[in-house]
């Protein structure tokens, strides 16, 4: 291979006109660092459209708020008689930390459908850079702007009687940081396939509205019908909202009732699902579909 | 088999041979062959869906080629293709800018992504930027630029990483004159300054006079390669426009006197005579009708483009469209492609 790798100027004097020097500059042979480097880069566009969006972040915590206070202050008191004096809003929270991420990750992942439509996919897509690199890029890119989001909600915390613990926040960010990363790479997998932007949205909302309400965000999963019990074991999201119920209820004074009817866990078989085993499972789930995601845009043309 | 070396002297920027692109059915590259030499302004004329774009996108690695091959800057699209994209500069037809962000800050991001060594990104950026003329632009968002000024900005960065090689892909399509006029006075700037092979595509006739060379694409295929003016020289004949008071016996009258054929074009009579001058004086000595006017023009492309294909470049094109929609209907009432 006699490329050059060489990484220096090489100026020349212009050979008419203005005279001033040409800057000749030279694109390396693609490596890892050259794949690090393109990650980090589309990481960071996706960092600056958020920060130039302002839009963007309050619309997509309106969503949340109004399930947590509009709907946990209107339905306080129906609820009373099952909380054990728990406020519902409360209740509800850890359930509410899971969506605020999972609609912004759902965003983050629909840029990619913009950036086609506005053509700069195309300009990433050619660039010399795997697309798996772009692929991934996005995903944390996507991760980190709902984890920004997900750190708005932590912080009103008390606002709902959830008070601030160092173990417990960083315990609900790693977790919302998990979702986050696989919500987003679920959301790229759908936009290798759907090409437009409405049936993108329409796509996005027809699986995650289902997969929000059945999840167990907004009810205990202990004691449900059968069949909800079933489909809610089946959903993936189960995984993300019970540990996450479970690291700020370890940090709450409840009593026991309230604990064992709250915060009774996801069970498979009456074995109780292990934190880790939860985080596992979204971690999992989110790594094949970022398989998925980089298969489907390496196979385009 | 070519290796470039670092001052980019390898022996052809382009070279494709046999290449061939069929999607399903249609067959929209029919096996081309040509080379570009190093330093070339080298030119794709033809109308809309003559396979232009499929040809370009095949040479920078976007479409895989059915069959045949072609390498660029030394090497092959399909086997090397990184290489290929480190060394080639691209301007597509649609916009592909981040329209959210600036226009430094698109440049900035366009020389991260290829790697460019981070102390030159200012001062490449400022040459490209002030070689289109948008360097006191460049901390305007992109958005709020006109078209005109976005295609200039996706020239510079398209130019950011010092490509051997430029893609222009109907650089000044949708444009005006003006414009148009100015952004080929960018690529003929660039070409005295920097060491560049500029491979364009376009369905302007005038435009492709600019050009060291042609290649005329029509269904598919090269049906002329050569110089502008070696083209038209090869059209043999020169225009001869005549206005008669009867324009149909004026035309019979010189297939008689001279065994030329003439047609009707907008009012006039008009035919082609290999030497017009020569043939202007003889046509008043012994033509029989009264001349009201004559004018003689040499051949243009749009000749050339008639003497290979039988066809003006823009009946090409309504050709295309009513069979594009002849397709579209076909497909919306229900049958088969």
């Given at each position: 291979?006699?490329?050059?790798?060489?990484?220096?100027?090489?100026?020349?004097?212009?050979?008419?006109?203005?005279?001033?020097?040409?800057?000749?500059?030279?694109?390396?042979?693609?490596?890892?660092?050259?794949?690090?480097?393109?990650?980090?880069?589309?990481?960071?566009?996706?960092?600056?459209?958020?920060?130039?969006?302002?839009?963007?972040?309050?619309?997509?915590?309106?969503?949340?708020?109004?399930?947590?206070?509009?709907?946990?202050?209107?339905?306080?008191?129906?609820?009373?008689?099952?909380?054990?004096?728990?406020?519902?809003?409360?209740?509800?929270?850890?359930?509410?930390?899971?969506?605020?991420?999972?609609?912004?990750?759902?965003?983050?992942?629909?840029?990619?459908?913009?950036?086609?439509?506005?053509g700069?996919?195309r300009?990433?897509?050619?660039?010399?850079?795997?697309?798996?690199?772009?692929?991934?890029?996005?995903?944390?890119?996507?991760?980190?702007?709902?984890?920004?989001?997900?750190?708005?909600?932590?912080?009103?915390?008390?606002?709902?009687?959830?008070?601030?613990?160092?173990?417990?926040?960083?315990?609900?960010?790693?977790?919302?940081?998990?979702?986050?990363?696989?919500?987003?790479?679920?959301?790229?997998?759908?936009?290798?396939?759907?090409?437009?932007?409405?049936?993108?949205?329409?796509?996005?909302?027809?699986?995650?509205?289902?997969?929000?309400?059945?999840?167990?965000?907004?009810?205990?999963?202990?004691?449900?019908?059968?069949?909800?019990?079933?489909?809610?074991?089946?959903?993936?999201?189960?995984?993300?909202?019970?540990?996450?119920?479970?690291?700020?209820?370890?940090?709450?004074?409840?009593?026991?009732?309230?604990?064992?009817?709250?915060?009774?866990?996801?069970?498979?078989?009456?074995?109780?699902?292990?934190?880790?085993?939860?985080?596992?499972?979204?971690?999992?789930?989110?790594?094949?579909?970022?398989?998925?995601?980089?298969?489907?845009?390496?196979?385009?043309? | 088999?070519?290796?470039?070396?670092?001052?980019?002297?390898?022996?052809?920027?382009?070279?494709?041979?046999?290449?061939?692109?069929?999607?399903?059915?249609?067959?929209?590259?029919?096996?081309?062959?040509?080379?570009?030499?190093?330093?070339?302004?080298?030119g794709f004329l033809g109308p809309n869906g003559a396979g232009k774009t499929t040809t370009i996108n095949?040479?920078?690695?976007?479409?895989?080629?059915?069959?045949?091959?072609?390498?660029?800057?030394?090497?092959?699209?399909?086997?090397?293709?990184?290489?290929?994209?480190?060394?080639?500069?691209l301007v597509f037809q649609d916009p592909t800018l981040?329209?959210?962000?600036?226009?430094?800050?698109?440049?900035?991001?366009?020389?991260?992504?290829?790697?460019?060594?981070?102390?030159?990104?200012?001062?490449?950026?400022?040459?490209?930027?002030?070689?289109v003329?948008?360097?006191?632009?460049?901390?305007?968002?992109?958005?709020?630029f006109s078209g005109g000024m976005r295609r200039r900005l996706e020239i510079?960065?398209g130019?950011?990483?010092?490509?051997?090689?430029l893609f222009l892909d109907e650089p000044t399509i949708g444009l005006d004159p003006q414009t148009r006029r100015s952004i080929w006075?960018y690529i003929?700037?660039?070409?005295?300054?920097?060491?560049?092979?500029i491979f364009m595509t376009t369905h302007y006739m005038d435009e492709a006079e600019w050009c060291?060379?042609i290649?005329?694409m029509?269904?598919?295929?090269?049906?002329?390669?050569?110089?502008?003016?070696?083209?038209?020289?090869?059209?043999?004949?020169?225009?001869?426009?005549?206005?008669?008071?009867?324009?149909?016996?004026?035309?019979?009258?010189?297939?008689?006197?001279?065994?030329?054929?003439?047609?009707?074009?907008?009012?006039?009579?008009?035919?082609?005579?290999?030497?017009?001058?020569?043939?202007?004086?003889?046509?008043?000595?012994?033509?029989?009708?009264?001349?009201?006017?004559?004018?003689?023009?040499?051949?243009?492309l749009?000749?050339?483009?008639?003497?290979?294909?039988?066809?003006?470049i823009r009946?090409a094109e309504e050709?295309q469209s009513?069979?594009r929609?002849?397709?579209?209907?076909?497909?919306?009432?229900?049958?088969?492609?």
């Amino acid at each position: 291979m006699s490329t050059t790798t060489d990484t220096r100027a090489e100026t020349t004097e212009a050979a008419a006109g203005s005279g001033t020097p040409i800057v000749r500059v030279s694109v390396p042979e693609r490596s890892l660092r050259s794949e690090l480097r393109a990650i980090k880069i589309v990481w960071r566009r996706e960092l600056i459209r958020y920060r130039s969006d302002r839009l963007r972040m309050v619309t997509t915590l309106v969503q949340p708020f109004l399930f947590l206070f509009v709907l946990g202050t209107g339905l306080q008191s129906v609820a009373a008689a099952g909380t054990h004096g728990v406020n519902l809003k409360t209740f509800i929270y850890p359930g509410i930390l899971c969506i605020a991420v999972m609609f912004t990750a759902m965003f983050s992942a629909a840029s990619i459908v913009w950036d086609r439509e506005f053509g700069f996919l195309r300009e990433m897509m050619v660039a010399p850079i795997r697309r798996s690199s772009i692929v991934i890029g996005k995903c944390f890119g996507g991760a980190t702007v709902a984890c920004l989001q997900g750190i708005v909600i932590i912080v009103i915390g008390p606002l709902v009687h959830v008070p601030y613990n160092v173990v417990m926040i960083i315990e609900v960010f790693f977790l919302q940081l998990l979702l986050a990363f696989s919500i987003t790479a679920f959301g790229v997998m759908v936009a290798a396939r759907i090409k437009q932007m409405q049936s993108f949205m329409g796509v996005m909302q027809m699986i995650v509205t289902p997969m929000f309400f059945i999840s167990g965000a907004l009810f205990p999963v202990a004691g449900l019908a059968t069949w909800l019990a079933i489909l809610n074991r089946l959903d993936p999201l189960t995984y993300a909202v019970d540990p996450m119920r479970r690291a700020v209820f370890s940090h709450l004074h409840i009593s026991p009732a309230a604990q064992q009817s709250l915060n009774s866990g996801v069970t498979w078989f009456g074995w109780r699902v292990p934190t880790l085993l939860e985080a596992a499972v979204i971690v999992i789930l989110g790594v094949v579909m970022l398989g998925i995601a980089i298969w489907e845009f390496s196979a385009t043309e | 088999m070519t290796s470039p070396d670092s001052n980019g002297t390898s022996t052809a920027a382009i070279s494709v041979r046999d290449l061939v692109k069929n999607f399903g059915e249609v067959r929209a590259v029919r096996g081309v062959n040509f080379e570009v030499a190093m330093g070339e302004v080298f030119g794709f004329l033809g109308p809309n869906g003559a396979g232009k774009t499929t040809t370009i996108n095949m040479l920078c690695t976007l479409a895989k080629p059915t069959s045949g091959e072609a390498s660029v800057a030394g090497h092959d699209v399909v086997t090397e293709r990184d290489d290929v994209r480190r060394n080639i500069g691209l301007v597509f037809q649609d916009p592909t800018l981040d329209g959210y962000l600036t226009a430094a800050q698109n440049l900035q991001l366009h020389a991260e992504l290829y790697g460019v060594q981070s102390d030159l990104v200012e001062p490449r950026m400022r040459q490209v930027m002030e070689m289109v003329g948008l360097w006191d632009r460049k901390d305007s968002v992109v958005g709020t630029f006109s078209g005109g000024m976005r295609r200039r900005l996706e020239i510079a960065r398209g130019l950011m990483h010092s490509p051997r090689v430029l893609f222009l892909d109907e650089p000044t399509i949708g444009l005006d004159p003006q414009t148009r006029r100015s952004i080929w006075t960018y690529i003929r700037e660039l070409k005295e300054r920097e060491e560049i092979t500029i491979f364009m595509t376009t369905h302007y006739m005038d435009e492709a006079e600019w050009c060291d060379r042609i290649a005329i694409m029509d269904h598919g295929e090269i049906v002329a390669l050569d110089s502008p003016d070696a083209l038209k020289a090869g059209v043999g004949t020169d225009r001869v426009t005549i206005a008669t008071d009867d324009n149909d016996t004026a035309i019979a009258a010189l297939d008689r006197q001279f065994g030329v054929e003439a047609k009707v074009s907008e009012g006039a009579v008009v035919f082609g005579v290999p030497a017009g001058e020569e043939f202007v004086p003889r046509l008043f000595a012994e033509f029989e009708m009264p001349i009201r006017s004559v004018s003689v023009s040499r051949p243009t492309l749009d000749d050339v483009f008639m003497s290979y294909t039988g066809t003006t470049i823009r009946d090409a094109e309504e050709d295309q469209s009513k069979h594009r929609n002849r397709v579209m209907m076909q497909m919306m009432t229900g049958g088969r492609r």
